[in-house]
């Protein structure tokens, strides 16, 4: 009879430690992946942003809306065809990114005026397949680009000409916008745009969600 509890002891000892290994073994392999260390770009990791609808349209002549940015990764970068320096020469970035990525790691990457005056699907279908062929030119009503704009933080102002003539220029900010496959937005790529450190940084931000 004395033996009885010390029994009981010792099953209640064992189950606690079996459980205390399951809860290690269990944090072990399932725990969330760790935050990369990202050279350049910023992700939301956590805090992604679903996006509005709206509807732009493509140097193609196909709507382009919330849709088109679902299914796959996607890089957005807001400027405009007279652009005379930051626009070129981070379109030229985005391209030198594409070689240092593979299959599905590589973006969509889609070039979205904030010029629409001027910036007609002619306009962008002669402009932004220079780049790169695969990149998309998108244009629409100012009234739609604002919304898309608005909800991930891009600015953009008009600045008139001197000369009272077309040949205005277009503040804008000059950050790539990240989208998930889920069409969130995901996180920013800020200057100065160098390619391969901004593949280095999608990669692990793709690896991160695919862990």
Request: charge should be negative; hydrophobic fraction near 40%; aromatic fraction near 10%.
């Amino acid at each position: 009879m004395p033996k009885k509890p010390a029994l009981l002891i010792a099953f209640a000892l064992l189950t606690a430690i079996s459980g205390g290994l399951g809860l290690f073994a269990g944090n072990w392999f399932f725990a969330p992946p760790s935050v990369p260390a990202l050279t350049h770009a910023t992700g939301l990791f956590g805090q992604e942003r679903p996006l509005p609808e709206f509807q732009l349209r493509d140097h193609h002549g196909q709507g382009f809306n919330r849709g088109r940015l679902q299914g796959h990764w996607s890089m957005l970068y807001f400027g405009y065809t007279h652009c005379p320096d930051v626009c070129p020469t981070t379109l030229l970035s985005l391209s030198q990114m594409l070689p240092h990525l593979a299959g599905e790691t590589k973006p969509q990457v889609v070039f979205i005026s904030v010029d629409p005056e001027r910036d007609t699907p002619e306009v962008l279908s002669k402009y932004t397949p220079y780049f790169h062929p695969s990149f998309l030119g998108v244009s629409g009503e100012a009234t739609e680009l604002k919304r898309l704009s608005s909800a991930i933080g891009v600015l953009s102002m008009k600045v008139p000409d001197p000369q009272g003539g077309d040949n205005y220029l277009m503040d804008h900010s000059n950050v790539v916008i990240l989208i998930d496959p889920s069409g969130r937005f995901a996180g920013v790529f800020p200057p100065p745009h160098d390619g391969e450190n901004m593949a280095k940084d999608l990669q692990a931000i793709i690896d991160y969600y695919q862990h």
